[in-house]
């Protein structure tokens, strides 16, 4: 982990994702409430780790940061399939879970969204989420996102097939 944070929010920084950060992304995405509200079906090993870092945080097509509160890291926040030609990208976000539900979601996503419209010039941001990802629903929606729909029966975890929600906003809203 970087000592210099990138851009700051209100509770949170974004610094970039620096190897040294994989072992413990790694150890958080295994965490059954983590990857469960990824729709991920099989453990990351170390070696995967790796491969995430050298092939979609080195791309082009996406950004990543670390979240950080209070000096520690506490999850990733990034803007993938990102097409600065049309101005749009996709954001995720996801914490570790003892700071799920304390606003560092909600800032994280907040500050991405702000760097997105005023530094990369895009124009739409999209999110999506599983209807049951209470946490992640309200983090998109206190960020400003709106729901703009809803993709029945879209992914399949713990065992039965579950909505997902599309949210979306623009540089405008």
Do not use: K
């Amino acid at each position: 982990m970087t000592d210099t944070a990138f851009l700051s929010g209100a509770v949170v920084d974004l610094q970039p994702v620096d190897e040294a950060d994989v072992a413990f992304l790694t150890e958080q995405v295994n965490d059954p409430r983590v990857w469960q509200s990824l729709g991920l079906a099989a453990p990351v090993n170390d070696q995967q780790g790796e491969q995430w870092f050298g092939g979609h945080v080195s791309d082009d097509a996406s950004v990543d940061f670390l979240v950080v509160a209070g000096g520690d890291p506490v999850g990733t926040v990034d803007a993938f399939d990102l097409d600065e030609r049309n101005g749009h990208a996709t954001l995720g976000c996801w914490l570790a879970p003892q700071f799920h539900d304390e606003g560092d979601g909600t800032d994280a996503t907040r500050t991405m969204l702000r760097y997105l419209f005023d530094h990369r010039r895009l124009r739409t941001v999209a999110a999506s989420v599983f209807a049951f990802n209470d946490s992640s629903v309200g983090a998109l929606e206190a960020a400003g996102m709106h729901r703009v729909g809803t993709l029945p029966d879209w992914e399949f975890v713990d065992g039965r097939v579950h909505d997902t929600h599309i949210y979306a906003v623009t540089a405008e809203t």
